[in-house]
């Protein structure tokens, strides 16, 4: 394995139209094509307004949110976070999660660590339609 790995993000497969999230969400997930082997990364494209529809917490994994153009709103457990470009969020990983875009959509980078796996699945817990006002 060479001692760095470089790709383009927007060359990465969308995985929202696999989940019938599209057009409203791009979701690339960039941990595999990175080579990642202690940390994940995606990069997320919210059309405005656009609420993904189930929250989420993981088990291990901590996140870090980062707005690289436009803004969003982030609820985690109670609380609602309004987000501007270049707003950096940490987040715990037993805090639950979701996304909406703002009035203009937004384009969010989010890193975890540490990396649990070829599949997430046991170290994140979804919950469909948790953010309902």
């Known amino acids: 394995m060479a001692a760095f790995t470089r790709i383009n993000l927007t060359e990465v497969e969308d995985q929202a139209p696999k989940f019938g999230l599209s057009p409203g969400l791009e979701g690339r997930f960039a941990t595999k094509a990175l080579e990642l082997r ?20 993981h088990a291990k994994q901590e996140e870090l949110y980062v707005v690289v153009d436009g803004s969003a709103r982030l609820k985690l457990d109670d609380e609602i976070l309004e987000l501007a470009r270049w707003d950096a969020v940490r987040v715990e ?7 909406e875009g703002g009035p203009d959509g937004a384009t969010i980078l989010a890193f975890g660590a540490p990396h649990t796996g070829p599949s997430a699945a046991p170290d994140v817990a979804m919950t469909p339609n948790w953010w309902r006002s």
């Open 38 to 57: 202690k940390s994940g990364m995606s990069y997320q494209r919210l059309d405005p307004g656009f609420r993904v529809p189930f929250g989420h917490k």
């Open 93 to 99: 990983p037993e805090v639950m999660r979701c996304l």
